[in-house]
């Protein structure tokens, strides 16, 4: 505007920089990956919403001891219900319901932390979209079971 | 410095003695109790000698309510903690917001959450609750919030008065980045005056903190600075540990100094793209997104989530990094430093971009100090001042780096500034990469269960976006006492009324983006 | 009644309609748009009287320029000025009309007494079948016979820019 | 016998109701594919929120890339963060500012229930939007990784069309 | 050809003499500057248009009344950028752009 | 008048004809630059942009249509009715008269009147009326405020497109877009004439509201700017005039420096069309890589270099073609 020439010859210069940027980009490849055809790699750390892990000894049973720690620890609440029984001719407790309001839950991982039994860990469920929020409310027990099954 | 301030301010108040406190254990150097008739001599006293209100902090001993002003220096490390008792059945204390201006918002702060009225404040009125509120949130007892006050608390009417012209930025705008409300009193383009008017993202992050215990609250941290959650989190991690002395392993700390230097970067990153989609240009936006998520490439294998991290443990890490993380990281720093001139192509030398952000917005030294800004706004207002060199934390203290200012404390220096803070982070990573030592990341001696001894901690660390000061009171207990937050954002945005001032709308939002806010910080 | 005179009927109306909305209407805003809407019928009426060129200089400076700076004159002070409603009292209203009435008639009078005799008839159209005054010509005219005038508004026009200038100039002082 | 829409839904009879009901369609199947969201960023999840929009993930590729900032232009508000109550009311009007057919799509925990800002004695949060109005699709976590906003976007379409375009995803428990 | 509608000289006289009558009683009707100054555009509408029409019907042979008509919208097109001026002015100092309110014009 | 006389016969059908050919077109354009906006600013930021609706997401702008047919006819509380209704219908009056008059090719023109280039740029500045309409009557501040900032920019940038044209008036000695066409049979003026061309180019931008020139709608400010209170069919008129908008400002740029329908091989529209695309995709390409100018340097860049450049290049024109 009222620059010197020189300055107004700079800019004119660093606006065509600019325009050489974009237009650059424009015959570059894309870097997107199409959700529903293409997914990238979930890392194995992701934290997603927690499951049920078998017993090391026994891969038939869920390794919860219903000690209920999970519960005290977790900041928000989430973990409504732990329950469980001792069958026959063990030592301690398996859980026969574990109730997750995913919906309050925050990922912060405390209560596979800090789980005795190491029978928490997180899954890999990364697209979880539902039409009621009493979709995400899980009983852990209940999955491990199903998963057992299909497995 | 802290002798002489010892002997000048012993001087001042006389009667009152002036204790020296131990600075590694409590974050302050000296502390004095005033009575309310000194408060304002005392300001002035600090306002003198360069001193800058840091934190001003209300908390409830049930017997007696306490005000803690923390005045802290710019130019050397001297924290002082002067507190205040006053009767809890009728609060009132003297304003110092004249003599500090950022006490202005600090003090409306206290007066919601707490119910103490202020002195010769001039406008008393709500900043963050709304008026369906009937007690007052951080006092220990409920209590009931009068009529009275009631009405006094919701006097400022946005609106009222003739021949004025109200524009709302917000609470939803898409140059707000979130919910902030700025009430904008116009003469045709011009603002005559900027109103922010807050809480409508406040998420009860100081109460919640006295209903948890310390490993509870952590994940509450990333989600104060959504953009910035890993300083955060190093915050509150190495605050409580220097409450219980627990010692934090090497290979943690520098992998803590990384993590939240990466995080830095993406922070830094998503203001650049945010930043300039209020000037009008999107492309860099998503141009910004692609190097973000670069970062979230290497940082969720390591913490597991791509925003909400919360991965520091009192006294170490969650789990360690590996090999992939450090060669990643590497190619990414790279990566990075070529992008910086594309960034410098599109952005920094764009004629257009300069001359819009040239000028505008400049913060003089004086008035950071009186507002109390801090990280990138007040360096590129041009004062050194990184509490990474001053207060380090983690591994800080062991990093070679320096510490950009700006020549001319407008919005371009704020630019650059952060520009070339990103290159700095880039250099802190390589160095500490260099370093990164073997070992494990985690202290044997960490508590199962954390009861920190009695007293109070007045911690800092530099967060993306300034200084964020960590107050706790402990008694004990598995639970704070009382938790408060010094968020840089908060003391950021005070100084927006008057930068605002007599400019453009297009330069207010210039402005507002050059402060880099993010929301549920302010409002906590 | 062919499809010219449905056309011409249309503009004829608009105008009308648009002086009258640009008088009586209560807000400024359509008054202007009263205004706009005359100009554009006028600008018709030039087409019918054979010179597209004036039309389109018409809209070019009453609706390009004139009505755009009163439009923005509206929009910086309207927002803030919202008092007053355009409408006065039926008084007010009585004696406009009486004024303007009176100056009509005594306009026409006037105009009627001086040159009442002198007034010419119009030549029936039909005498006179090719009627081009083309742009070229009035150009032509602007620097022959009209060169003064045209100096003279060009004059004005400058003085008025200089004095619009100046009037900027004075209330940024102001400020 | 007209053919509208991608899928070559047909006109074949001129009866009232039923050309009615085949324009709907088409209408629901033009509506699914053209979701344009309010910017409208709460908290966290609001960055989550424009990743989504970004190069990685690209919302725009299923034509629900076009955010607009006023609510008058938008068919979908997706809540993306923590709803205070002095927020509330504001949402509220924002929803009915919007015109209809309309969707809200709550995104992350705190906009579903509260998420982790919920505890004995709080004062200040919405317990679930879908206490102020009506939620079409749910995306959980804290926050949902883009992906799975994706899957909300597709899960609405589902509901505004009845059928679903991609094969519906794989559960990784 | 005469009886077409649009070739009546009538007409468009009387449209003139209309925007004047409008115009002039606009000018004393109107309350603010700005709608006297609409009025005032109407009243050289009406001068421009009579011109032109005069021209067309009674000198045909040459562009005299064309002309003037062009020289008029230059004199509207500066009448009105300085009123406009003014009256930008006159709100900035009295806040309002009343025209019977202005009593006083010095200072 | 004797040509509105013999309008009734096959001229009137010609136009009723071409109207119609125009209103087709407008609809089309539109359709097509939605689709290629997305298109050309997701793969400057290196995405894909549409692609799931319809092969390469051609289908997009349909759908977008349809719903926005679809969409509830709103009319929010306080507007000033009739200027909130007529706005969007009156934004359309400047569009479709330009089309009339631009040349697409030696045989395809609605009419060529002697008066062309002017009635364009007469008609143009009705749209700030339409604006103005639209920013007053709905009652929003955001909209009053990029209603005021649209107006502005219109009185500043209408005088150096003005003042960039008529040199080549001046050359051509026409007002009729077809002359000026014509005259460019050898070199294109854009060959004489760079400043003109620059100077037109950059206040056409800025004509259309585009960035860096987009402070009436600036997203960032304004919200959406004087159409922040329409929705549905109503927001889609406005679009589709911002769309049709740029169309025309590329066309005449290209009828009166590139040469219009002129080229070899192929046939007239084809050339015409394809230097007008490349007119508008220049456009986008602005819009996606520059920040938004404030409103004092948008004023300054039209005041004092715009005008003051385009005198000085009517000056040396004038000089030159007198000697």
Same mark, same amino acid.
């Given at each position: ?151 | ?524 | ?175 | ?17 039923? %050309?009615? =009901?085949? +324009?709907?369609?088409? &209408? ?7 979701? @344009?969201?309010?910017?409208? #960023? ?43 109550? %002095?927020? =509330?009311? +504001?949402?509220?009007? &924002? ?7 309309? @969707?809200?799509?709550?995104? #992350? ?65 | ?107 | ?323």
């Amino acid at each position: 505007m009222t620059a010197s020439p020189s300055a107004f010859i700079k800019g004119a210069g660093s606006l065509i920089a600019g325009l050489g940027v974009t237009i650059k980009a424009f015959f570059q490849p894309v870097v997107t990956s199409q959700y529903p055809r293409q997914l990238l790699n979930i890392s194995p750390r992701f934290r997603s919403h927690t499951k049920l892990v078998a017993d090391r000894d026994n891969p038939e049973k869920n390794g919860c001891i219903a000690c209920g720690i999970c519960v005290r620890n977790c900041p928000s609440g989430s973990i409504k219900k732990v329950e469980g029984e001792k069958r026959e001719g063990e030592k301690r407790k398996t859980a026969t319901s574990y109730l997750l309001d995913f919906t309050t839950c925050s990922q912060c991982g405390i209560c596979v932390e800090t789980c005795p039994s190491a029978a928490l860990d997180f899954s890999a469920d990364f697209n979880l979209a539902g039409f009621k929020r009493e979709d995400f409310h899980f009983d852990l027990v209940k999955e491990f079971e199903k998963r057992k099954k299909t497995s | 410095m802290v002798e002489r301030i010892k002997a000048e301010l012993g001087a001042t108040l006389k009667e009152t003695p002036v204790g020296e406190a131990d600075y590694r254990e409590r974050g302050y150097h000296l502390f004095a109790e005033v009575a309310s008739a000194d408060l304002l001599n005392v300001a002035r006293f600090f306002d003198e000698r360069g001193f800058y209100l840091a934190a001003l902090i209300c908390v409830d001993y049930k017997e007696y309510l306490e005000l803690v002003y923390i005045f802290s220096n710019h130019a050397s490390l001297c924290k002082v903690k002067i507190t205040l008792k006053i009767d809890p059945a009728k609060p009132v204390a003297p304003t110092i917001s004249t003599v500090f201006d950022c006490a202005y918002w600090h003090e409306r702060e206290i007066r919601e959450f707490f119910g103490v009225s202020f002195d010769g404040h001039p406008n008393m009125t709500y900043l963050f609750l709304h008026e369906g509120i009937d007690f007052y949130p951080l006092r220990k007892e409920k209590i009931p919030v009068s009529d009275e006050d009631k009405k006094a608390l919701g006097a400022f009417r946005p609106g009222e008065g003739e021949d004025t012209f109200f524009v709302n930025l917000g609470p939803q705008h898409p140059s707000t980045h979130g919910v902030l409300r700025v009430v904008l009193k116009m003469d045709g383009e011009y603002i005559e005056d900027a109103q922010p008017v807050l809480g409508y993202l406040h998420r009860m992050h100081e109460k919640m903190a006295e209903n948890r215990s310390y490993l509870q609250f952590l994940p509450n941290t990333g989600r104060m600075d959504y953009l910035g959650p890993m300083a955060f989190n190093l915050g509150y991690v190495t605050a409580v540990e220097r409450l219980c002395g627990i010692p934090v392993p090497d290979r943690a700390n520098y992998v803590r100094v990384i993590l939240t230097e990466l995080n830095r970067l993406s922070s830094h990153l998503m203001w650049l793209g945010a930043y300039l989609a209020d000037l009008g240009a999107l492309t860099p936006f998503l141009f910004v997104f692609d190097d973000r998520e670069e970062i979230n490439d290497i940082l969720e294998p390591v913490t597991g989530s791509r925003l909400t991290y919360c991965y520091f443990r009192f006294g170490g890490l969650y789990n360690d990094v590996d090999d992939a993380f450090v060669a990643g990281t590497r190619a990414f720093i790279e990566r990075l430093r070529s992008r910086f001139s594309l960034y410098e192509k599109l952005v920094g030398g764009n004629v257009i971009f300069t001359n819009r952000t040239r000028g505008i917005g400049v913060i003089t030294k004086e008035r950071a100090r009186k507002q109390a800004v801090s990280g990138p706004v007040l360096r590129g207002a041009g004062i050194p001042m990184d509490i990474r060199k001053s207060e380090p934390c983690a591994a800080y203290g062991e990093m070679d780096f320096d510490v950009p200012v700006g020549t001319r404390g407008d919005a371009l220096d704020m630019y650059q500034v952060r520009i070339r803070e990103m290159e700095n982070a880039l250099n802190i990573i390589e160095q500490a990469l260099a370093r990164l030592p073997e070992g494990p990341i985690m202290t044997e001696k960490a508590p199962r269960k954390l009861k920190p001894p009695k007293g109070d901690l007045y911690h800092t660390v530099e967060t993306p976006r300034g200084e964020l000061g960590i107050y706790i009171v402990s008694d004990e207990s598995d639970k704070p006492y009382r938790m408060k937050w010094r968020v840089p954002s908060f003391s950021n945005l005070m100084i927006f009324p008057e930068l605002a001032k007599g400019n453009l709308l297009a330069d207010a939002v210039a402005i507002l983006g050059s402060l880099d806010l993010v929301i549920p910080e302010i409002d906590r | 009644m062919n499809l010219g005179e449905i056309i011409f009927l249309i503009t004829v109306v608009a105008t009308l309609g648009g002086a009258a909305m640009a008088v009586l209407s209560g807000s400024i805003v359509y008054a202007l748009l009263g205004l706009v809407a005359a100009m554009f019928g006028i600008a018709g009426l030039y087409i019918f009287l054979n010179s597209p060129f004036l039309s389109m200089m018409q809209i070019l400076i009453y609706v390009g320029a004139v009505s755009v700076l009163i439009a923005f004159a509206i929009m910086l002070i309207g927002p803030l000025y919202r008092k007053p409603k355009e409408w006065t009292t039926v008084g007010k209203f009585v004696a406009a009309l009486g004024v303007a009435l009176v100056s009509l008639f005594t306009f026409v009078r006037f105009v009627m007494e001086t040159f009442g005799d002198t007034l010419p008839q119009g030549v029936p159209l039909a005498e006179s079948p090719s009627f081009k005054i083309t742009t070229k010509e009035i150009g032509r005219l602007f620097f022959n016979d009209l060169v003064l005038p045209f100096e003279l508004i060009s004059l004005l026009v400058v003085v008025a820019i200089l004095g619009a200038i100046m009037l900027a100039l004075f209330s940024r002082g102001n400020k | 016998m007209v053919c509208l829409g991608e899928r070559g839904v047909c006109l074949e009879k001129e009866v009232f109701p039923v %050309k009615f =009901a085949v +324009v709907e369609k088409v &209408l629901d199947l033009a509506r699914a594919n053209s979701i @344009w969201p309010m910017t409208f #960023g709460l908290a966290c999840c609001a960055i989550e929120m424009m990743s989504t929009a970004m190069s990685r993930f690209d919302l725009d590729r299923f034509g629900a890339g076009v955010f607009r900032a006023t609510p008058r232009q938008a068919d979908l508000m997706i809540v993306s963060g923590t709803v205070t109550k %002095k927020m =509330a009311p +504001v949402l509220v009007t &924002l929803y009915e500012q919007m015109p209809s057919p309309k @969707w809200v799509l709550a995104m #992350g925990n705190c906009a579903i229930s509260g998420g982790p800002f919920v505890f004995e004695g709080q004062y200040n949060v919405i317990e679930g939007v879908d206490l102020l109005v009506p939620v079409d699709v749910y995306v959980p976590g804290c926050p949902p990784r883009p992906e799975a906003l994706l899957e909300g976007f597709l899960k609405l379409e589902e509901k505004i069309t009845g059928k679903r375009r991609f094969p519906g995803p794989e559960s990784r428990w | 050809m005469t009886d077409l509608l649009y070739n009546y000289q009538h007409i468009y006289l009387f449209v003139a003499l209309f925007l004047l009558f409008c115009g002039i009683a606009g000018v004393v009707y109107r309350r603010t500057l700005i709608g006297m100054l609409v009025s005032m555009e109407l009243i050289m509408n009406g001068a421009g248009l009579n011109l032109a029409a005069l021209n067309r019907f009674v000198s045909p042979e040459n562009g005299y009344g064309m002309a003037f008509t062009l020289i008029i919208m230059g004199i509207a097109a500066a009448e009105s950028a300085i009123a406009l001026g003014i009256i930008m002015l006159i709100f900035k100092k009295y806040r309002h752009i009343e025209g019977g309110d202005l009593k006083e014009m010095k200072d | 008048m004797e040509q509105i006389g013999n309008m009734i016969g096959w001229e009137t059908v010609k136009m009723v004809v071409g109207l119609v050919g125009v209103l087709v077109f407008v609809v089309l354009n539109a359709l097509i630059l939605t689709w290629a906006e997305r298109k050309v600013a997701g793969h400057m930021q290196r995405r894909i942009g549409p692609k799931e609706v319809g092969p390469y997401g051609l289908i997009q702008p349909i759908a977008d249509a349809l719903k926005l047919l679809g969409k509830e006819i709103l009319t929010p509380r306080e507007v000033d009715k009739p200027l909130y209704y007529l706005a969007p219908m009156i934004i359309f009056v400047p569009v479709l008269v330009s089309f009339v008059v631009i040349p697409f090719d030696a045989s395809l023109q609605v009419m060529d009147i002697n008066v062309g280039i002017l009635v364009i740029l007469a008609f143009s500045s009705l749209s700030v009326f339409s604006i103005l309409m639209a920013g007053w009557g709905s009652n929003n501040k955001y909209a009053l405020i990029g209603a005021i900032r649209s107006i502005a920019q219109n009185i500043a940038y209408e005088i150096p497109l003005l003042l960039a044209l008529l040199p080549i008036i001046m050359m051509t000695n026409s007002f009729s877009l077809k002359s000026i066409v014509e005259a460019q049979h050898g070199l294109w003026f854009v060959v004489y004439q760079p400043f003109a061309f620059l100077i037109y180019f950059i206040a056409g931008v800025a004509e259309t509201n585009r960035t860096p020139f987009d402070l009436p709608e600036a997203e960032s400010e304004l919200v959406a700017g004087y159409h922040t209170e329409y929705s549905g069919m109503r927001f889609a008129l406005f679009f589709l005039a911002e769309y049709t908008n740029i169309f025309i400002v590329s066309a005449i740029a290209v009828t009166f420096f590139l040469g219009g329908y002129q080229g070899p091989f192929l046939p007239g529209i084809i050339w015409f069309l394809l230097k007008s695309y490349l007119l508008v995709f220049v456009i986008m390409w602005l819009r996606w890589t520059y920040p938004r100018v404030r409103f004092d340097q948008l004023l300054n860049i039209s005041w004092k270099a715009l005008i003051p450049l385009s005198f000085i290049n009517l000056l040396i024109t004038g000089g030159l073609l007198k000697l």
